[in-house]
């Protein structure tokens, strides 16, 4: 069966049920349907933040082979209710883009599944696309403020860094020239847009304490400079409090439930290659208010999503997790040792021991936190006991425990060994973590500790452009911010091709961006690409939907 | 007050009592929240439409003094109810692109006004998202056809006639070149944006049956040529489905209330000026199989929203309003009579008198349809006792009811005597209204019946792009369909200088366009814009919102 039939066959509680294992009263419930509910931000409360147990999800470096981690936190705290802890799943909402390209959805697979899948897929409950009305309104006021007789900033439209954004996987709209034909059509300029998971105004969204936090952030965006090279910011447009308007819905996490009946929360989805790819500091905060376990993941792999989740968004939320569950399949470690993409279900016992390297980089890197860690390997059926039994054998070695979950085929049923060795790990976990870097570090150096400890490279090279940029930021005061980097996901390293564990290799900075609202800087190591295209047979073509409103071909 | 701190202070009915006394039942009720609810197309029920009394509600030419057409809308269905008729306001949804710009909400004003108002005017239930988001998929799909390699079209860039939409005032993406940066960035050409309430979407989701009808209606939509020539259909890019299911939810009307508690559906938003100006087929329906009298606008004055709403809506849908509501007020008429606008709270009989001849010309136009008219004088504390008495004998003189109404003060307990008029008007109308033109007439035909008959023009002139054009949409068949005119809503004519009631003009229509899924031929008379611009200082710079979420400055 596919993902949407599973999900299609499962009769989904009423929310208010949902919300009342977390003892959420009727009153706090604004409804989406029957289905879908935003929750207020007075249920967050500080204490009892502190005495629930963070558990972040990341995984080895993806291969076309999947991993199915977003599958394994939805197993994992299915798998803890199974065995008596109160869970909750927080994790990102789909960004709608991917949906009609390649991807397929992004809520879970199999038995492991948040519902309802394709409200969750499609517009969800209307986040992406105020924070898309947030972004463009900004882009529509410098625009506007361009041309402005009366009020004119002075901008340089050269120098604006702000584009627009749409959650769409759209090549053509990447590199445009707006403002055409003559007077009544606004000052011509090159721009762009983003899809809207990269939107600083998404970052700002998941970082922010609150509405009134996410106002001040947003205030702060560098959106570009005068002609006399002055930094401008989104404030002085000001556009803070329309903004917020446009955010007073989206600020809220979305309450929904696994396929059985354990509640999830999904709240906020930037990437993480090029943002900081993890949900809400407001759903993370909030799931902890409510749950014994917030069972969370971080986009990627452990170099991308887990660094940037510790470095980047639980210092600033002050919070620590107790445990780190690094997800790997025995077909993508095969993939990583070499072994060719038709040929994964074959038992090779060498290609798997080549490929553990990757998964080996990646537990050293959440030990460099200081965090227990526990591997999840993702069950298939083409899986051999001697291939088993190769992991177990190594991870032994490690001193690091290790589980076969199957939250695919059984739902927490096939996670409770896993949600066993958590909690144990979770238990011994003495202390907060330890950050890769100081933010009084100099931002070199920050880049370096990060190249260095959880890529394993050599070391960094700046072009001339980016030393530059690093200066001009260094100047305007950034350089206490923390560092968001924009690398590949599908290596350690910013070659794609050096898949397993690279070695003796630099990591190449091409050019820097700054988050100035959000708050950190962004070095972006190759060539990222902010707004995705679509492929040759998109999968919008297999989608029919017919008068009963049955959906096929989604997913 | 201001109309949001009118609306603040009145406690919302939760929306399952207003459900209820239209005898919907819970189950049917999908909440956004507890004030607004999406309700299922299974309530219609073509025998219950049969028997209810559709009022239109239509105004004078506007002017910037402002009508107050949909205060209007809503004080006359509140005043219904109050003598006693089950009566259901039918409106249009607001576009939200405005709301930053200059004109403030679209949801009433003073005591009538539909709630929760903010909500309303910001993303209400996500349809306009939707409907942009499925306008831009079609796009996406173009622009990535266009350098398929293995399933090109053959379309010629440069006769791509689908643009982007986006529910924004921003001038700057008008007119755009797409597809820049080498061959990773798409085919470059030249395109834009429109505001979300002129995409064809639109149209298509207020003029279909159910969701097959919006599908095959989508796959007919005319994108564009091929080298050689060939007309191309959405359809061929497999779109369709991908297209009904982002518009699952967008297609079923949403319910919410009257400050009064009395419901109201607010469905669809398509702008009168280039698109039929009223909301959706399906909300109509829906309302008249709910409510004993379903009180519904059409956008800007009779000649553009009543005539297309009569001309496209009613026609295709089989409907017939039972009378026509001519709103004016003694300001805009002294205004209409050459009164400047800093002195229409003078009394001036001269100039209202001479102001009379355009609400003369529009009773005239619904009189050619055969409906009833009454015309609703919406009050002022300005307007005198003599300036009433002299609309009143002029009305008398034709024959033609006059109610003066104080929805805006009062709310329904000041449409009451209009609301008298109106079902005394109903009571008498004999037979279904008398359309303007057969399907049948050739299209340039169909144009100087309406351009004669309800603008009072001598005859039309087409520039020889328009002459090739028409040409072109007749050999492709399109000769029977309905004519949907693009027309500045400012006069009767379409030259905007030309107050009152004009005469002695021909109308121009310099080009043409086709809604082919629609199903209508725009004829495009002088400068009409699809995308409209920020003001100088826009709106967005007095909006506030406080830590309690508590919004000022946005009406």
Known sequence: MTDIEIAQRVTAKHIREVAAKLE???????????????????????????????????????????????????????????????????????????????????????????????????????????????NNLLAALIDNNLQSKTKNLGIDPRSVIWKRCMDMNDRALRNIVSGLSG???????????????????????????????????????????TFDGRAVYAKELNSSGAIAVLLKDAIKPNLVQTLEGNPALIHGGPFANIAQGTNSIIATKMGMSLGEYVITEAGFA???????????????????????????????????????????????????????????????????????????????????????????????????????????????????????????????????????????????????????????????????KAKNQLKRFEDLGYGNLPICMAKTQKSLSDNEKLIGRPKNFDIHIREFEIAAGAGFIIPIAGNMLRMPGLPATPSSERIEIDGEGEISGLF
Not at 66 to 84: A, F, P, Q
Not at 196 to 216: F, G, P, V
């Open 24 to 134: 959420i009263t009727e009153d706090k419930l604004e409804y989406y349907g029957n289905e879908k509910a935003k929750l207020p931000l007075d249920l967050i409360d500080e204490e009892k933040v502190d005495k629930s147990n963070l558990i972040l999800v990341t995984a080895i470096t993806p291969t076309p082979a999947g991993e199915g981690k977003t599958t394994n936190v939805i197993g994992l705290s299915d798998g803890l209710n199974l065995i008596g802890k109160k869970s909750v799943v927080v994790i990102r909402e789909p960004s709608l883009g991917p949906v009609f390209g390649m991807k397929g959805g992004a809520a879970g697979g199999g038995h492991s599944q948040v519902i309802p899948m394709v409200d969750i897929n499609l517009h969800f409950t209307g986040d992406f696309h105020a924070i898309a009305m947030a």
């Open 183 to 225: 007077k009544t059509g606004g000052i011509p300029r090159e721009t762009g847009f983003n899809i809207t998971a990269a939107s600083e105004i998404m970052a700002i969204l998941c970082l922010c304490k609150d509405l009134n936090d996410l106002q001040e952030m947003c205030g702060n965006i560098y959106i570009g400079d």
């Open 302 to 464: 452990a170099d991308l999503g887990a660094e940037k989740f510790l470095n980047i968004k639980c210092r600033k939320a002050g919070l620590s997790p107790k445990a780190v569950v690094v997800v790997a399949t025995i077909r993508a470690l095969k993939y990583h040792g070499g072994k060719s993409l038709d040929a994964l279900t074959n038992e090779d016992l060498e290609a798997l021991e080549k490929g553990m390297p990757n998964l080996e980089k990646h537990i050293e890197s959440i030990q460099s936190f200081g965090l227990p860690v526990v591997v999840s390997v993702n069950s298939f059926s083409s899986d051999t006991d001697a291939e088993k039994q190769l992991i177990f054998d190594h991870c032994e070695k490690l001193g690091v425990p290790v589980s076969i979950s199957n939250g695919w085929a059984e739902g927490g049923a096939g996670c409770t060994d896993l949600a066993e060795k958590v909690v144990e790990a979770a238990a011994s976990c003495a202390s907060d973590f330890t950050p890769t870097y100081d933010l009084k570090d100099a931002p070199l150096n920050k880049i370096e500790k990060i190249c260095k400890t959880i890529y394993g490279a050599d070391g960094v090279e700046l072009t001339a």
